[in-house]
């Protein structure tokens, strides 16, 4: 999503030229492009795919609503292990119209992932719970911190289902770090998703995301977290971000590339 | 603040007419109509004043920064005193240009509050550590939650710090409620604040507070939380609303009122 704007020959080049051997990728992309020739591509430009996003969206209070969003998460695990990958983010959805009921609405995320773990778990895919920062609440995600997303995760086996640890949805908690030792015990750090925290938000609040060392978040201190943790996965950035979109892909996933190695892992 | 295009005079004509018998009041309107001015004017019109906004800005690393925040949160209690309310709501502050010690600048707020909070209990006024809902994290004030409000102000003595309980900022936490319960028992709910959470916010997420009703907050919910935490004090609805700036003031507390009163009370 970083370098949306490439298609996905240009992703995998770009990819090859930056020294980027995996990459997280949307459903959305893969499905334009097709699911079988994703894999394919990917797999020929040896290129690993970390997860995939995102499923979920389960809050729904119609009975109708509901079910096409069981039938929708079903293939997106279908499509992910089609890629090869292992991790299905989960972007667990807001409030329905008119709802001011966030309990009502967690539990039925709880109720869609009792059918889904298992799913999932047959076509050798987990669930990664991610808790979205807390402005996205009441239209995209209910679960806003790592404690609820674990709460609900862990109703569940590990490698059913797990969490999304992401620096841009958790950096202003607190109880984050002890939340990430807890995932980190139980085998449920799913994934680690970095962007940076910049403002002022744009209208809207989903395309400001900050590129790495542009803002107000201390990578090296959240890697270590889930270092001390055991996680060992790849570290995925994930950037919304309009003005990168506005700039050349390649030119953006060379500056993320060297960004990362700047403040992430040197 | 939800009516801040009338001047002091037309405020208190407006709440003449809405029978409305309390106002909380910001510094700078205040100050520009001149302090002991707006005391004799509220005096006179027999309103109370629930609560001053706002002293804080505690986070400053530079010395002279924070001597001067200090002196100026002294001149805020001198107001408050002078209004004849007895709280003043504190927003703490944002991270200082360039750094990322969200730790490092909790603590300084607890340094501020060491020397401020002796100083309003002279003066006979409370301090209200607001938390700031966590999009406000980085330039606006790092504490987030009614948790790291409380972990600050149970440092000192209840009549000298407490927090302001405000459904803008904690509707998402489904660790309010207990935090409520534990302020209550500490006789530190020293206001209550209510906007409503309305989407899509608006670029720099100030001025979207929802109108009580519209949005996805259960008024009456949290009125229950503070109730049974024990607090009888005013309630405040304070609105940063640019579509409500932008229309009668009157007719928009008119509307306030009635809103209260259908959404909240009844």
Same mark, same amino acid.
């Given at each position: 999503m970083t370098v949306k704007h490439l298609s996905m020959p240009e992703l995998a080049d770009a990819c090859r030229e930056s020294? +980027?051997? #995996?990459?997280?990728?949307?459903?959305?992309?893969?499905?334009? !492009?097709?699911?079988?020739?994703?894999?394919?591509?990917?797999?020929?430009?040896?290129?690993?795919?970390?997860?995939?996003?995102?499923?979920?969206?389960?809050?729904?209070? @119609?009975?109708?609503? $509901?079910?096409?969003?069981l039938a929708d998460n079903r293939r997106a695990i279908d499509e992910a292990a089609t890629l090869g990958t292992d991790t299905l983010v989960l972007v667990s959805g807001g409030l329905p119209a008119g709802s001011k009921d966030l309990h009502g609405a967690r539990e039925r995320i709880a109720d869609a992932l009792t059918v889904l773990g298992p799913y999932a778990e047959e076509h050798g895919v987990k669930l990664a719970i991610e808790p979205l920062h807390p402005m996205y609440a009441s239209d995209r995600c209910v679960v806003s911190t790592l404690?609820?997303?674990? @709460?609900?995760?862990?109703?569940?086996?590990?490698?059913?289902?797990? +969490?999304? +640890? @992401?620096t841009y949805h958790i950096?202003?908690?607190?109880?984050?770090?002890?939340?990430?030792?807890?995932?980190?015990?139980?085998?449920?750090?799913?994934?680690?998703?970095?962007?940076?925290?910049?403002?002022?938000?744009?209208?809207? +609040?989903? #395309?400001?995301?900050?590129?790495?060392?542009?803002?107000?978040?201390?990578? $090296?201190?959240?890697?270590?977290?889930?270092?001390?943790?055991? !996680?060992?996965?790849?570290?995925?950035?994930?950037?919304? #971000? @309009?003005?990168?979109?506005? $700039?050349d892909g390649r030119e953006v996933l060379a500056e993320t590339a060297a960004r990362f190695v700047e403040h992430v892992v040197r």
């Open positions: 020294g +980027v051997t #995996n990459v997280g990728l949307w459903r959305e992309p893969v499905q334009t !492009y097709g699911v079988e020739r994703t894999a394919k591509l990917v797999r020929d430009a040896g290129l690993t795919v970390t997860t995939l996003c995102r499923g979920g969206f389960f809050t729904a209070l @119609d009975p109708d609503e $509901r079910a096409a969003a404690a609820q997303a674990l @709460d609900l995760a862990e109703r569940f086996p590990a490698h059913q289902v797990g +969490v999304t +640890v @992401d950096w202003w908690d607190d109880q984050a770090p002890a939340q990430i030792a807890r995932a980190g015990a139980g085998g449920r750090i799913h994934t680690f998703q970095l962007a940076d925290w910049t403002t002022p938000l744009p209208e809207g +609040v989903l #395309n400001g995301r900050g590129q790495i060392g542009d803002g107000a978040i201390d990578m $090296r201190e959240w890697l270590g977290h889930v270092t001390a943790a055991g !996680y060992t996965g790849a570290i995925e950035v994930e950037l919304f #971000n @309009d003005a990168l979109w506005a $700039r």
